[in-house]
């Protein structure tokens, strides 16, 4: 995990740092950590990328500072000592988790990326402080090993865990773009980086608009092939990854692509991969994959810091188990949604919102997913229950539609599903509350995207990307996500985007690089089947599963609210998708508390 090409400890009175190496910059033994300083005065364990290394040790070679290695994670070390961490942070283009040490001021610092996208976590016991990339290696030093309950209902309202907490009690994560710094006098937390709104772009026309994201996006994927090993991409049979991939071939003509195919299914990706390889001249690689793999569930989950509830976790395991053979870094087209697909999410609230506001027929609604609770047919239940959802959003505006985004449970399945869920409420995420509250002059649109960014993006996606990559020795860079872009993005006027938003802005960047074949062609993209594995393909390791859940020993759900969720999955084909991921998030909540509680 997050390896194997070297393991370093280094340390002295203070301090102990240990770090396993996936080599990426500079091969040789100059670049394995931990690293210190020529005078050994500042050492690091880094874990992450810095495109723009070489530009940075330049300037710091020309202030006289003289590099051992090759690497970039030496330049972090000079950058902080010639300009202070938070102003070289701020230099710095890519995505880290780091600690540095001073041994001059006995200054300890933990830090993470802009989006989070590496994770670390801390417990502090005493004046001591223990971290790592994963809860796991903390276990050892925990006192306990217990959960917050309070985290638990979160996870299980949203399918993730909070990006501001964490579910292990005692331990905490280092928040996206802050720094801890810690002495043995104080605790101090910093923000080193915020999106900045002030860049507004009033006057911006809609041709200028698209050239500026096309300098942008092709400007992230020439930072992102920056590597001493051969890069590849994912090309799947969608836009976002077609057009990386036709961005990066420019660059490297001779770069490879891998697309998941799964014979026999509908799953396949190959049709629109295959026009875009054919196109670009470029090598397509068909990962061939027996759909037994899925059954691997169990390791796959085992593998998180904490519990994961986002059935696309088995899918990016495996294909990052199958192309990390052939390479340690690909590119993807991950992230495309988060930066322009908030604005199809702000055309669903505009519609919720001019829809006639009707009380009548939202109690109604409500009524009637109240009378068909606790019998067939449950698929009409939940949407008189969830649709009444909408009266709220109308009632709340903006921050409540943000809030009714993610939420898998009611009132109804709280009591059901949780012990003395009658006490509890499912009240907004305090985290999004203050993210939108410290930017309140920010228009819906801007909320839409920005909670998104904050929320989403840094609990979900990006802990299922580094992990399910990492634990399989890969690497994976998403060019939509590099801070300039999305930073522009946020910013655009809300009329610019048009009436199709996402493929409006990109449209003079897809038909410059992509067949007009692939351009019109109908979404198709990866569906994973979560129902049919979860009431055949995985029935019967849940039955067994399910026979004495731990879940329910330890007091974090009820077995009969247990078992009646599953059995609504398994009997109603129309069952709502909210009640089928929360089936899932269970499930995967009792392989993670096994392996937690066990190994």
């Known amino acids: 995990h997050r390896g194997p090409d070297s393991i370093g400890y280094e340390y002295n009175k203070n301090y102990l740092f240990g770090h396993t190496r996936l080599s990426i910059i500079d091969l040789s033994s100059h670049g394995n950590q931990p690293m210190s300083d020529v005078n050994g005065q500042i050492s690091i364990t880094f874990n992450g990328e810095i495109y723009n290394y070489k530009k940075l040790r330049s300037i710091l070679v020309q202030k006289g500072y003289v590099f051992f290695s090759n690497s970039d994670t030496e330049v972090m070390l000079y950058g902080y000592q010639e300009y202070g961490l938070d102003k070289f942070l701020n230099m710095c283009d890519g995505f880290w988790a780091f600690a540095l040490y001073d041994n001059l001021k006995d200054e300890l610092y933990l830090c993470r990326d802009r989006f989070g996208k590496k994770p670390l976590f801390y417990t502090k016991i005493g ?69 900045n709104f002030n860049n507004h772009f009033d006057n911006i026309s809609k041709e200028d608009s698209m050239d500026q994201i096309e300098k942008l996006l092709t400007n992230s994927v020439k930072n992102r092939m920056v590597a001493d090993v051969d890069i590849g991409t994912f090309l799947s049979g969608g836009l976002d990854s077609a057009l990386i991939t036709a961005l990066a071939s420019k660059l490297n003509p001779d770069i490879d692509s891998y697309t998941m195919t799964i014979p026999g299914s509908g799953l396949n990706e190959e049709y629109g991969a295959k026009i875009t390889s054919d196109h670009l001249n470029i090598n397509q690689n068909e990962l061939e994959i027996n759909p037994e793999i899925f059954m691997g569930l169990e390791s796959a989950v085992s593998a998180y810091s904490e519990p994961f509830g986002d059935s696309s976790l088995l899918p990016m395991d495996i294909l990052s188990k199958m192309a990390s053979p052939f390479k340690k870094v690909i590119l993807t087209g991950d992230g495309g949604d988060e930066g322009f697909n908030a604005y199809s999410r702000y055309c669903f609230f505009k519609n919720i919102m001019n829809k006639k506001k009707s009380n009548l027929s939202s109690y109604l609604l409500s009524f009637i997913g109240n009378y068909f609770w606790n019998s067939p047919p449950i698929s009409m239940a939940m949407r008189g229950r969830y649709r009444s959802q909408d009266w709220i959003v109308q009632n709340g505006g903006v921050n409540e539609y943000i809030n009714c985004r993610w939420q898998l449970l009611n009132s109804t399945l709280l009591k059901i599903l949780i012990p003395d869920g009658s006490k509890h409420n499912l009240s907004s995420n305090n985290y999004i509350n203050d993210i939108l509250s410290k930017n309140y002059d920010l228009d819906e649109r801007q909320k839409i995207m920005y909670s998104g960014i904050k929320f989403e993006l840094a609990g979900d996606f990006l802990v299922k990307l580094d992990t399910g990559s990492m634990q399989n020795g890969l690497e994976l860079r998403s060019p939509f996500l590099d801070h300039n872009l999305i930073q522009f993005l946020i910013n655009i006027p809300t009329d610019i985007w048009g009436v199709s938003g996402k493929k409006e802005l990109l449209n003079k960047l897809l038909k410059k690089h992509l067949p007009k074949e692939l351009v019109y062609l109908p979404k198709r993209g990866f569906s994973f089947p979560l129902q049919e594995h979860l009431t055949n393909l995985w029935t019967i390791n849940i039955d067994k599963l399910f026979e004495k859940p731990l879940i329910v020993e330890l007091g974090y759900v009820k077995l009969s609210g247990l078992m009646k969720i599953y059995d609504w999955v398994k009997h109603d084909k129309n069952t709502d998708w909210r009640i089928i991921r929360l089936l899932f998030c269970l499930i995967s909540f009792e392989y993670w508390l096994r392996e937690w509680e066990i190994n």
């Open 127 to 195: 004046n001591n402080c223990f971290f790592s990339s994963t809860t796991h290696s903390l276990k050892p030093i925990l006192r306990s090993k217990e959960l917050r309950k309070d985290v638990v209902k979160d996870y299980l309202n949203i399918g993730f865990v909070p990006p501001n907490k964490c579910i292990v009690k005692n331990v905490e994560k280092v928040l996206p773009g802050t720094f801890i710094k810690m002495t043995k006098e104080s605790t101090v937390t910093r923000e080193y980086w915020q999106i």
